[in-house]
């Protein structure tokens, strides 16, 4: 299984950002794809995960109401779209599948990762 997520960049307060995490090696069945982040000195935290068949979707508290998750089952993608971006957002992302299908935002539950995008939101 390999997930490569892209995207990542230097944005604005306020601004908006969409990452993407494309996914292969492994489409059938259920599980769950989740957006982590890891700000410099802090621990790694959930973001955001959704199912294989994209009819569940969880968020962290410090981010409902500005990222929506998304995928395109056909492209095999799962998109993370990012508005109202605070200086606090700042963080390396990464992607990870989790293979039993367990809908958390546990780093631990999370099975294969992939490379982490840097997104910087400053003026």
């Known amino acids: 299984v390999q997930l490569q997520a892209s995207g990542g960049g230097l944005v604005q307060p306020g601004g908006s950002l969409r990452l993407s995490c494309s996914v292969s090696?492994?489409?059938?069945?259920?599980?769950?794809i989740g957006w982590f982040r890891q700000a410099p000195g802090e621990a790694r935290e959930g973001v955001s995960c959704i199912s294989s068949s994209g009819g569940s979707e969880y968020y962290a508290d410090s981010v409902k109401g500005r990222f929506t998750i998304s995928r395109d089952n056909a492209k095999n993608t799962v998109f993370l779209q990012m508005s109202s971006l605070k200086p606090e957002d700042t963080a390396v992302y990464y992607c990870a599948i989790d293979l039993t299908g367990i809908a958390t935002l546990q780093t631990g539950a999370y099975d294969y990762w992939g490379q982490g995008t840097l997104v910087t939101v400053s003026s």
């Open positions: 090696g492994f489409t059938s069945g259920y599980y769950m």
